[in-house]
């Protein structure tokens, strides 16, 4: 099956610096996700990203499916960004929406 | 909206029990997920269903484990008898999928299980 492997796994940051994420997929993928796992546990959706880029306030992504990554950028980082970030992915035929996740990247961010 | 709803959020129960966790999905959508999260296997997809139809269980860990969507609207993942090592955090989840492709994946707050 398809590898989703999320680098670095763990990243330690000041409040206010700017942080980038990646996810390297090994297939074609029909639908990429990024997830946010709060420190209470509650998975929210961050983008949904197949292709070309997105942005939402302080966060932006990036997918350049032909090259297999996407980027999820995190500028002036607040402490509520602490938690686990996760890529997941959807490969091609009649997977119903079926999603692969990386192992997910540890962001925590010191006042 | 409410979101896809599970219960309960909580759950502690003993060795050999039975132990049912519900889910409602968001309405409209018609793929639902069940997943487990430990910290040692991250997380995992046990079965998936579309149309109320089991698509996909080899991620069912083993014949204690058992799933049932009898309408669009409610989902059962039940575990019997339950073992310690049973313990995880179960999430559901749940989108649309259709002839343009899938649209984005929910997830439900998830239950706590722990068996002592």
């Known amino acids: 099956g398809i590898q989703v492997e999320q680098s670095p796994p763990d990243l330690i940051l000041q409040e206010g610096a700017n942080s980038t994420l990646r996810c390297n997929f090994s297939?074609?993928?029909?639908?990429l996700q990024w997830f946010h796992q709060n420190p209470w546990g509650q998975l929210i959706n961050l983008f949904y990203?197949?292709?070309g880029t997105k942005q939402n306030g302080r966060l932006s992504a990036t997918t350049v499916a032909t090259e297999r990554y996407s980027l999820l950028y995190i500028s002036s980082s607040q402490t509520t960004d602490s938690g686990v970030y996760f890529c997941a992915v959807e490969t091609g035929g009649t997977s119903y929406g079926k999603l692969t996740f990386g192992q997910g990247t540890i962001l925590t961010v010191h006042p | 909206d409410a979101g896809v709803i599970q219960s309960p959020r909580h759950e502690v129960t003993e060795m050999g029990q039975e132990v049912t966790l519900r889910c409602k999905p968001i309405?409209?959508?018609?793929?639902l997920f069940w997943y487990r999260q430990t910290m040692m296997r991250g997380l995992e997809l046990l079965i998936y269903f579309n149309n109320n139809v089991p698509i996909d269980d080899s991620g069912m860990p083993e014949d204690r484990f058992s799933a049932k969507m009898p309408n669009a609207s409610f989902s059962t993942l039940k575990i019997q008898p339950s073992e310690p090592r049973d313990s995880a955090v179960y999430f559901c989840?749940?989108?649309?999928f259709g002839q343009g492709g899938t649209d984005t994946q929910y997830f439900g707050p998830g239950t706590r299980l722990t068996v002592l």
């Open positions: 309405s409209g959508h018609n793929s």
């Open positions: 990203i197949p292709s």
């Open positions: 989840a749940s989108s649309f």
């Open positions: 297939d074609s993928v029909n639908n």
